[in-house]
Nanobody
């Protein structure tokens, strides 16, 4: 059973940066595609970014050029570097694991709050 634990959220002013981390345990991390999602109050959860096992990355248009997803397989950790943050980036951020690369996410973390003040 894979467990995902996010950290690194917090309060930041617009234009600032945060780095989120997601540590995985209990599985074969290097074989999973990993993704970041977010959910703002009153809104549906939305895709933010994903990194495949070979390192290819994909981003939502709303974060492209500002956010970077990367992984350290030796540490079983995936990161989301968030720069030039905007108030509309305020949300709970979740990481997720896609075990077989079918873009269906099988395991989710508990989430970490990111709040961007204007």
């Amino acid at each position: 059973q894979v467990e995902l634990v996010e950290s690194g959220g917090g309060l930041v002013q617009a234009g600032g940066s945060l780095r989120l981390s997601c540590a995985a345990s209990g599985g074969t991390f290097r074989s999973y595609a990993m993704g970041w999602f977010r959910q703002a109050p009153g809104k549906e959860r939305e895709f933010v970014a994903t990194i495949r096992t070979g390192g290819r990355t994909y981003y939502a248009d709303s974060v492209k050029g500002r956010f970077t997803i990367f992984r350290d397989n030796a540490k079983n950790t995936v990161y989301l570097q968030m720069n030039s943050l905007k108030p509309e980036d305020t949300a709970v951020y979740y990481c997720a694991a896609d075990y077989v690369g079918d873009r269906e996410y099988d395991c989710w973390g508990q989430g970490t709050q990111v709040t961007v003040s204007s």
